[in-house]
Antibody, heavy 123, light 107 residues
Framework: EVQLVESGGGLVQPGTSLRLSCAASGFAFDDFAMHWVRQAPGKGLEWVAG????????VYADSVKGRFTISRDNAKTSLYLQMNSLRADDTAFYYC????????????????WGPGTLVTVSS | DIQMTQSPSSLSASVGDRVTITCRASQNIYSFLHWYQQKPGEAPKLLIFGASSLKSGVPSRFSGSGSGTDFTLTIDSLQPDDFATYYC?????????FGPGTKVEIK
């Protein structure tokens, strides 16, 4: 069974950093692109970043470009999101999601999703 | 960026009703359109990919149609487990963008 489990969320102050992790199991992790998608409480879904299966291609939403860094460790079957210069509007549930293929910037869908981890940015 | 809209934003329906949700893209996205269901406190789940392909294990009362800019998600004979929020998502271009969601509530 494919499983994705996020961790690393919490309450942080504006301007600080946080690193999210996503542990993957049940599939050939190094064959698939992976993504982070976020959802502010009570709001809709926003794609944040994607990384290809071999880390050769990385794409970001404009809202996080220059502040967030997506990475992966295929040996550890893990996905990461380093978030710097956090702002109040970064407050959201962060989900990791598996792509249907190896390329993050090619047409594809998200399936499955992890249960999410909540990041709250507040002073 | 491609903008996605959905209508209605919410609807009330009864068990057994047929429900139709519309998704529109700001430009031609061919069939690169996918539908997700999200229940409160849970992550979204894929229902339909490629506009009309049902994910394995998803009940056949769910169906999708459309291409280009206009798409539809239909739920035949609404069941209690179907009350949720539904999102469309395009993958024709990066960034992948979602519609604002349609909340299906119990009448």
């Amino acid at each position: 069974e494919v499983q994705l489990v996020e961790s690393g969320g919490g309450l942080v102050q504006p301007g600080t950093s946080l690193r999210l992790s996503c542990a993957a199991s049940g599939f050939a992790f190094d064959d698939f692109a992976m993504h982070w998608v976020r959802q502010a409480p009570g709001k809709g879904l926003e794609w944040v970043a994607g990384i290809s299966s071999n880390s050769g291609s990385i794409v970001y939403a404009d809202s996080v470009k220059g502040r967030f860094t997506i990475s992966r460790d295929n040996a550890k079957t893990s996905l990461y999101l380093q978030m710097n210069s956090l702002r109040a509007d970064d407050t959201a549930f962060y989900y990791c999601a598996k792509d249907m293929g190896p390329q993050a910037a090619r047409p594809g869908w998200f399936d499955p999703w992890g249960p999410g981890t909540l990041v709250t940015v507040s002073s | 960026d491609i903008q996605m809209t959905q209508s209605p934003s919410s609807l009330s329906a009864s068990v057994g009703d047929r429900v139709t949700i519309t998704c529109r893209a700001s430009q031609n996205i061919y069939s690169f359109l996918h539908w997700y269901q999200q229940k409160p406190g849970e992550a979204p789940k894929l229902l339909i990919f490629g506009a009309s392909s049902l994910k394995s294990g998803v009940p056949s009362r769910f169906s999708g149609s459309g291409s280009g800019t206009d798409f539809t998600l239909t739920i035949d004979s609404l069941q209690p487990d179907d009350f949720a929020t539904y999102y469309c998502q395009q993958s024709y271009s990066t960034p992948r963008t979602f519609g604002p969601g349609t909340k299906v509530e119990i009448k």
